[in-house]
């Protein structure tokens, strides 16, 4: 069973510079979330897909962020201009579909510094 | 008043004592409840759900739900050094919610030998 996968696991990059992240979730897994954590707090809510549709965005995820799904399978995120305030582990999630709750499964992330 | 809130922290127990953890929630509409353990520099890792409010005891772990209180519990029974991680509270919000998370800012748990 491959879990969610996320690459790369660490990026550093300078100010204003642009990154882009990928994570391929779960193969039965038709829901795809996107969270930011920074250090002491809980992640937070960035987007979510449903197949290919993009159905949420939080007001954290600024003008220069955008993620896509494209075909409803690996999904990217990326970070045009970055500052230094979006040093933080970003996270993917996915789960399964269906009418009932069911949990997240997380990958292991992607670290970005912002120098 | 944040959405999630867990009991602040951090919190250190002995080896082979009893952690309790608590988080209250704002939405009377959430439906699920989930406990997350976050080692350092790792992702979050599920180890309990509730749906129904009562207790559910999975091993050493116990989570317990009160809706009418809006609270959640994680009780952790004969505490191991290797428990010694962040426990983070999420709830599942009802609807059309797409399943979403709302985490709380997390417990840092530390037993010591």
């Known amino acids: 069973d491959t879990g969610v996968s996320q690459n790369p696991r660490h990026k550093i990059t300078k100010r204003g510079q642009n990154v882009t992240f990928r994570c391929d979730p779960i193969s039965e897994h038709n829901r795809l979330y996107w969270y930011r954590q920074t250090l002491g707090q809980g992640p937070e809510f960035l987007t979510y897909f449903q197949n290919e549709a993009q159905l949420e965005k939080s007001r954290l995820l600024s003008d220069r962020f955008s993620a896509e799904r494209p075909k409803g399978s690996f999904s990217t995120l990326e970070i045009q201009r970055t500052e230094q305030g979006d040093s933080a582990m970003y996270l993917c999630?996915?789960?399964?579909?269906?009418?009932?709750?069911?949990?997240?499964?997380f990958g292991n992330g992607t670290r970005l510094t912002v120098t | 008043q944040k959405e999630v809130e867990q009991n602040s922290g951090p919190l250190s127990v002995p080896e082979g004592a009893i952690a309790s953890l608590n988080c209250t929630y704002s939405d009377r509409g959430s439906q699920s409840f989930f406990w997350y353990r976050q080692y350092s520099g790792k992702s979050p890792e599920l180890i309990m759900s509730?749906?129904?409010?009562g207790d559910k005891e999975d091993g050493r772990f116990t989570a317990q739900l009160n809706k009418a209180s809006q609270y959640v519990s994680l009780l952790i029974r004969d505490s191991q050094p290797s428990d010694s991680a962040t426990y983070l509270c999420a709830v599942q919000a009802g609807g059309t919610s797409y399943g979403k998370l709302t985490f709380g800012q997390g417990t840092i748990l530390t037993v010591h030998p």
């Open positions: 509730i749906y129904s409010n």
């Open positions: 999630a996915s789960s399964p579909p269906g009418q009932g709750y069911s949990p997240l499964h």
